[in-house]
Every structure is written in structure tokens, then in C-alpha cells.
């Protein structure tokens, strides 16, 4: 029987690896009534699953499995490194060609209308020149030009925060991927993003 290792915790769900799976799984909230509990969990897992089946046809995602476990999404293992972790050890060269190819998944998954939701290197696998998008429990079905600049908004956040030294050079690398896929398109999430950030800033 393969052995469990847990590979992250958080407030909905525990992820682990069993062999070459990846299981993800909701957690009850006990706060909530147990009929109501079990049907959150299994509308939030039928929707993810939905949304992540729907980004693995477009851009590197790994491809959830038919299950008739509750609650569970179960997909492939990516043996890749985590780019939280990696992106800052990489040649300089190689950081903007990964961070290129960010920009053109994420704009290929935009004009599909997908939102990521949590965007950040922390839901990003690279493993043979690949960009692999995973997590996407916050994820949703939107063509608001406003979502989607919030999404792009938070990646430029997180960049900032996890890879500061060189992250504006970074950011205009995904920011030329994904203008490079639908020009007119981004133009617009940009200026929205601009926006967004402007609403930020007179709240402080």
C-alpha cells in the first residue's frame, strides 16, 4: 500500500501524494450542519474539478480524474519544482522565458474566461520547460474584465512580495506573454488592473 505524505494544509482542504497521485481533499466544517456541510463540499469539488478540466485543454494543468470519492479531486502528480521556491535560483534568462510563458497561459485562460483566483508562484509547477497552473479551489467562470485584473493584480503582488529582487523585470515579462496572445484584449485587463491598483492605493 503506498504511504500518504501530505504536501500542504490549509483551511478547506488537505492535498497529499499517494505514488503518482495527487489527492485533494475538503474538509468538514464541524460549525456546519452536516447535510448542508456535505453539500458546499461537494458543489465547491464538482466545480473545481469542472474548472481545472477545462484549463488542462488549454494550458499546462494536471487533469483531474473521474471519482466517485465526495469531497476528493484526484489528478497527476507533477515531479517539478515549485516556483515560490525555484524562480529566484534559475538563470536570469531562464526566470523571464518562464515568466513569458505565465503570461500567455494565463491570457489563453482568460479569454476562455477562467479565473484563476490565487494567483501567485505558489500555485505554479515548472518541470521540462513547463509552466504547470495548479490550485485553482478559488478559481470560477468569468469574462468581467475586472476579475481578470485582479488576478493579474495579485500575481504582481505576489512577485513583489516572494521575488522582489528583480520582480518589476519579471512582471513586464508576463506582461509581454500576455499581451502577445490577444493584444487588444489585454489592453483592456491592463487599464483595469491600473484601476484596481489606483482604488488600492486612496484606501491607505
Known sequence: MTEKQII????EATVYREGDKVIKERIPKGYRHEDLDKKII??????????????SEIVPVPCPEETKEEGKIIMPYIDGDKLADSLDFYDFEE??????????????????????????TSNMIYKD???????????FQNGKYEDKGVDIHLLKQALEAKHFRDWQ?????????????H?????????RMKAIEKRGRYKH
Open 169 to 181: 523585470t519579471l512582471f513586464q515579462e508576463f506582461e509581454v506573454g500576455y499581451r502577445s496572445v
Open 8 to 11: 500542504g494544509m490549509g483551511a
Open 95 to 120: 526566470q523571464e522565458m518562464i515568466m513569458f510563458k505565465i503570461g500567455q497561459s494565463i491570457a489563453k485562460l482568460h479569454d476562455r474566461d477562467i479565473i484563476h483566483g490565487d494567483l501567485t
Open 42 to 55: 461537494k458543489r465547491r469539488t464538482k466545480a473545481e474539478t469542472k474548472i481545472m478540466k477545462r484549463a
Open 129 to 139: 520547460k513547463k509552466v504547470y497552473i495548479i490550485d485553482f479551489g478559488l478559481g
Open 183 to 191: 493584444p487588444a484584449e489585454a489592453q483592456k485587463v491592463f487599464e
